[in-house]
């Protein structure tokens, strides 16, 4: 064994490759503990932390965090459910996003959420018939999605002060008081406003925070509603490439309590939320990889690993102009002193499937675990995870000295099971149309729809 290759909680990464496979996502629980403990050590205690599952929606993730504490923001059915089986309160769990279907509605007034952000006023209208029909108890709790008119600086992501299909522009709010008063069975019970993802400077949450709150504060008073939520946002950021650096949590704790204070001591009986999905999970994170061949094509050196963008497509750079790379570690060499500059890549067939391009490494060999630091948000949530049909890979969670699997690797069988292969003799016989539209189910069918081992081809 290689006393200097890397290790999590004291277990070599060469043993969770052997046990589990590769590709392989690993999360590290001491650090979602600390990251999560730190920034609750910081913030107010009035600012209560809501983890977005849309960063890492693994159910044993969502679980870990709210044991910590935090709270769900959830955009799907599915992630709603993720969160109440987590052990979420419903308390604790507020549902946005801009197209919410009719389900997703029913069962957030089902499970008695702390509120549906609405990002439309035809949404208002629509609960408002939905809580009606049900016979749930009424009035049921909303938040208002705004899109402010103020801008953000410093994000990776803006989305505020821009036309977008998110929220409701703050000007369309201030006339919505007529359309308030009508609502008989929803109640307006605050606001939601998220600036930007990716703030990697403190001064510009702060700055955020306090326009939000003053936005919550004065459009409460126009409306005439009360104010007991707000949802801020969040979007702190985490350093992945060079010349970044992480955010300066202690000086954004300080200035936090500077701007929420007052704030809080006007509005004693009102809910802070900051919502926070990448800042809790990424660095908890490594996605691993194992070499399969190392090349060399016209002076360049190329390492070619057994998973590569379908399931780490946030790696690639997606939505920068600018392309850099992840931190990459060898995983049995990581102090060595690198040999040569590397392009990582995967198993795809497209030039695209490149995770890092010319990255320092210790010399790589066939068979050399490969680490990308970070990569404990949007990784198998953010991608292509069918293409090429390889699917998605395990997910470990290794909590005080143990690795626990906490997600299957997909297998061929898992790939076709949802997938149904029809007979096209039948496609063409005159007959082949029940009265239904459907096509008549061939003997050599089963009920499950996969073809008899004597008849398959």
Known sequence: MNAAEARIQGITMTALA?????????????????????????????????YSLKANPNISVCA????????????????????LRAGVAPRDVIFLGPG??????????????????????????????LVAESGAAAPFPVLLRVNPSFGS?????????????FGIDEEEVRRAKDTLAELRHVRVKGVHAYMGTRFLHHADVVHNTAGILA???????????????????GGLGVAYFENEEDLDLDALGAGMREVVAPFAARHPHCRLIMELGRFLTAEAGTY????????????????VADGGTNHHMAAVGIGSFVKRNFPVRHLGR??????????????LCTPNDVVAKKVPLPEVGPGDLLGVARSGAYGPTASPGLFLSHGFPAEVLVHRGR?????????????????????????????????????DTPDALDDAGALDGADAP
């Open 100 to 129: 919410k279907d009719v389900r997703e509605l029913a069962a957030c007034v089902a499970a008695g959420i702390h509120a549906v952000v609405c990002e439309s006023l035809e949404e208002l209208r629509q609960l408002d018939d």
């Open 18 to 50: 052997e046990e589990f496979g590769t590709p392989l996502f690993v999360y590290d629980a001491g650090v979602l503990a600390d990251t999560y403990r730190r920034l609750r050590r910081l913030l107010p205690e009035t600012v209560d932390v809501f």
């Open 153 to 165: 600086k410093g994000s990776g992501l803006a989305m505020g002060g821009k036309p977008r299909q």
């Open 64 to 83: 870990f965090l709210g044991a910590q504490g935090a709270g769900a923001e959830v955009s799907s059915h599915t992630e709603l459910v993720t969160a």
């Open 215 to 233: 936005m919550a504060e004065e459009l409460a008073g126009r409306l005439g509603v009360p104010l007991e939520t707000v949802d801020f946002g």
């Open 403 to 439: 690795a626990r699997l906490i997600r299957e690797r997909d297998t061929t069988e898992d790939m076709l099971a949802r997938q149904r292969l029809v007979d096209l003799a039948a496609l063409d016989a005159p007959d082949a149309l029940d009265d239904a539209g459907a096509v």
């Open 288 to 303: 691993v990889v194992r070499a399969r061949y190392v090349k060399q094509s016209r002076g360049e050196w190329f390492v």
């Open 334 to 347: 990581p102090s060595d002193e690198p040999d040569r500059p590397y392009t990582l890549t995967g198993p």
